[in-house]
């Protein structure tokens, strides 16, 4: 399978506890997104990679937040001092850097806080 | 980004064409119109893009009005793995701009 990986699918965690969620692009793009969605909305921008660097961060992703794409291959969301509120499926896109590229995504981590 | 308007839900009978609207009055001249959908709990799913022309590919067609205010995506033949969200958005893909604003999008319930 060449599509976006992201690890792990499931992850339930107490309030007040780091999490760290993996997205692997497909292997040739450049670009590398994530998203957030909650229970019945479309997924929220977050933030944005162009190879290793982090362009673009929305206004959704707290202090709390932080992502890395080191090699400009993979990246890592970790979430410090989860809230409840953070409850949602984190979803990893990648694409190319050509003007009409498409973004494919992968299959999103769900994320739960209790 | 132009803002999109989609139905909130619509139902089709399996085998039949289903007909997704959406209007984007909106748009500007290099603005695309992308379609997605996303099955129940997965990521979404790219479906087709297109500018002003008519799209179609192994999945759906495209239809842009030649106002480009609306398009429509057709799936020819509804089976029931067609039910999902469908989302309408549009694009600017010139220079920087690259974020995908996601509506509430169309529930498509394919009926047997």
């Known amino acids: 399978d060449t599509g976006v990986s992201q690890d792990p699918r499931h992850k339930i965690t107490k309030r007040g506890q780091n999490v760290t969620f993996r997205c692997d692009p497909i292997s040739e793009h450049n670009r590398l997104y994530w998203y957030r969605q909650t229970l019945g909305q479309g997924p929220e921008f977050l933030t944005y990679?162009?190879?290793?660097?982090?362009?673009?961060k929305s206004r959704l992703l707290s202090d709390r937040f932080s992502a890395e794409r080191p090699k400009g291959s993979f990246s890592t969301l970790e979430i410090q001092r989860t809230e409840q509120g953070d409850s949602a499926m984190y979803l990893c896109?990648?694409?190319?850097?050509?003007?009409?590229?498409?973004?494919?995504f992968g299959p999103g981590t769900r994320l739960t806080v209790l | 980004d132009a803002k999109t308007t989609q139905p909130p839900s619509m139902d089709c009978a399996e085998g039949r064409a289903a007909n997704l609207p959406c209007n984007h009055s909106?748009?500007?001249?290099?603005?695309?119109v992308y379609w997605y959908r996303q099955i129940h709990s997965q990521g979404p799913q790219y479906i087709i893009h297109g500018l002003k022309n008519n799209e179609t590919n192994e999945m759906a067609s495209l239809i842009i009005t030649e106002d480009r205010k609306s398009s429509t995506l057709i799936l020819p033949h509804a089976t029931l793995r067609d039910t999902a969200v469908y989302y309408c958005?549009?694009?600017?893909?010139?220079?920087?701009?690259?974020?995908?604003?996601f509506g509430k999008g169309t529930l498509l319930t394919v009926n047997p």
């Open positions: 990679f162009q190879n290793e660097a982090q362009l673009e």
């Open positions: 958005i549009v694009l600017n893909s010139g220079g920087s701009n690259y974020k995908l604003t």
């Open positions: 896109a990648s694409s190319g850097s050509g003007r009409t590229d498409t973004q494919y």
């Open positions: 909106t748009i500007s001249g290099n603005e695309y």
